[in-house]
């Protein structure tokens, strides 16, 4: 599924990096700590959190993820925006909670897995 769409069904907030929003999303990843998901994701995950600090730029970028939504209408201070906005990884923003959005992202057909050779 691309991005774009992810953001445009689900009514999200794009704060940062709308260039790269037509990227392909593999999976999701929902993680509040950044070594688990660190350790966790691969490029072209798209990473559920609350967390905000500008620390999220980096693993995002490190990883190559296709995104960051912060849900519960968090939202990052001008410091993580303005790394975000140099790196151009998209960070979105939803009012809805966590468990629900993750819900919604599912039943668009967005998983936690990730299809190995065989298609397994």
Not at 37 to 42: E, L, R
Not at 82 to 111: C, D, Q, W
């Amino acid at each position: 599924m691309i991005l774009k769409d992810i953001v445009e069904k689900l009514q999200l907030e794009v704060l940062t990096g709308r260039s790269a929003i037509e990227c392909e999303v593999i999976r999701g990843y929902a993680g509040d700590l950044l070594s688990d998901v660190m350790a966790n994701t691969q490029k072209g995950d798209l990473w559920i959190t609350q967390q905000f600090h500008h620390n999220i730029v980096a693993v995002a970028g490190m990883n190559e993820l296709a995104g960051v939504v912060l849900v519960n209408g968090r939202r990052p201070g001008d410091v993580t925006i303005s790394k975000a906005e140099i790196e151009n990884i998209p960070i979105m923003v939803s009012t809805v909670h966590s468990f629900e959005f993750i819900g919604r992202l599912y039943a668009m057909g967005v998983t936690g897995i990730r299809e190995n050779a065989e298609g397994v």
